[in-house]
């Protein structure tokens, strides 16, 4: 099993305006932070942006120092082949845990990609073990 069986996600509270992301993504960008996989939700009035960066904690810290409303958290992710019921495996398997997916997007490239899985962060590691128990190989930022 990996040393650390998570990644973390960085969360930006945002505003629905125009200019609003992209004073995010220019304020990464001339740090030289790197976006491994961007997510946005909204809703009428705010969206929440979540980010996977190999500098988590760098990119956190200055979005909060230029007056962003950020949090980090971990995420079980998941190396996925890019076949039928890949996905549904791995929410089979969670379910028969009794473990809840709180949300879940994909990161893929032509053949292969990641799953990741906001779980409570109190399974994170009895997740880990459950997936590797079944031949499922999560992702560290090191696998990155």
């Known amino acids: ?31 030289n932070i790197s976006l491994l996989s961007i997510f946005l939700s909204d809703s009428s009035e705010f969206g929440i942006l979540r980010l996977l960066t190999k500098e988590t904690a760098r990119a956190k810290n200055l979005l909060i120092k230029n007056g962003f409303m950020a949090q980090s958290n971990k995420l079980i992710v998941v190396l996925i082949i890019n076949q ?36 409570e ?8 073990a459950i997936l590797e128990k079944n ?8 696998d990155l």
């Open 1 to 31: 099993m990996n040393k650390t069986n998570y990644l973390e996600q960085l969360s930006i509270f945002i505003e629905n305006r125009t200019g609003e992301l992209y004073s995010i993504t220019s304020l990464l960008q001339k740090e």
């Open 84 to 119: 039928v019921g890949s996905f549904n495996k791995i929410v089979e398997i969670f379910n028969e845990a009794g473990i809840d997916i709180r949300y879940t997007y994909t990161v893929n490239e032509k053949n292969d990609g990641i799953f990741v899985f906001k779980i």
């Open 121 to 128: 962060e109190t399974r994170l590691k009895e997740a880990a």
């Open 135 to 142: 031949d499922i190989k999560t992702v560290s930022a090191n």
